[in-house]
């Protein structure tokens, strides 16, 4: 993330070339790992756009991490966002507002790509759900990950993101 800030402010990067770049990364990577859940790039290019115009003088000061995508588990509640916690039950669950944290990540100028898969509850060892299905190591998808932030991990892992956020209780960030 320091270097990807470090391009953004001496403009070796913009913000919509990155995510660009992660987008197809995306593509190429997302079918043989399941790392994600709801993608939200149409947004976020309309948010990497708004960043790369703070970078460039136009507008206000760029925040600590202007332009930077973040993928957040899919436990963590996102304002107008699907959070199914890895549930068939809560396929069609819809926040009403941000978690904090979220909220702080957001007002720093990240922006939120994509949504860490998550086995249902957070519960299992394991990253799987039967809304979801099996997310893979990308290092050897033959195996899965393990812990709940298991789609996180693989994300970035994969190239999939520079950011991610997840949680652990049991050894959801230990395990993957």
Sequence with gaps: ???????FRT????????LH???ERI?????????????YFDEALVQARQAADRYAGRGERPRPLEGVPVVVKDETEVAGKRTTNGSLLYA???AEQSDPFV?????????IHARGLTPEFSVPFWT????????RNPWNTAYDVGGSSGG?????????????TGSDIGGSIRVP
């Design 92 to 94: 069609e669950s819809i």
């Design 1 to 7: 993330v320091t270097e990807v800030l470090d391009a």
């Design 103 to 111: 909220e702080r990540l957001v007002d720093a100028g990240a922006i």
């Design 21 to 23: 770049a992660l987008i």
């Design 11 to 18: 403009k070796q990067l913009s913000p919509v070339e990155y």
């Design 152 to 164: 996180s991990a693989a994300a970035l892992a994969s190239g999939m993101t520079p950011l991610a």
């Design 128 to 135: 799987h759900s039967r809304l979801w299905g099996v997310t």
């Design 27 to 39: 593509e190429v990577a997302q079918p043989q790992v399941n790392a994600l859940g709801d993608t």
